[in-house]
């Protein structure tokens, strides 16, 4: 069965950076798309970035450009988010999605806390 399993959340103080895993099993992972998404507490969760299955092209949302490089390792089956800069008002909890033939799947989600 599909698993996306993410890791690499923590604390960390405002401007500090950290990197985010996503372990993906149970489909051809190399033929995906993949992407990030987060929910902070009270809010819907958003888009953060997404990357092809190739990883030629990748996309973010307006608010992380600049700041945040989606990447992935086809070899690994693995998808990473490296988050720099980061803002007390990015604190959630960030979460792998896959679209796939059937249906969208996601990851438990690591927790991000930014805060002195």
């Known amino acids: 069965q599909v698993s996306l399993v993410e890791s690499g959340g923590g604390l960390v103080q405002p401007g500090g950076s950290l990197r985010l895993s996503c372990a993906a099993s149970g489909f051809t992972f190399r033929i995906y798309p993949m992407n990030w998404y987060r929910q902070a507490p009270g809010k819907e969760r958003e888009f953060v970035a997404g990357?092809?299955?190739?990883?030629?092209?990748?996309n973010y949302a307006d608010s992380v450009k600049g700041r945040f490089t989606i990447s992935r390792d086809n070899a690994n089956n693995t998808v990473y988010l490296q988050m720099n800069s980061l803002k007390p008002e990015e604190t959630a909890v960030y979460y792998c999605?896959?679209?796939?033939?059937?249906?969208?799947?996601w990851g438990q989600g690591t927790q991000v806390t930014v805060s002195s």
């Open positions: 990357i092809g299955s190739d990883g030629r092209s990748t």
């Open positions: 999605n896959v679209r796939l033939i059937s249906g969208r799947y």
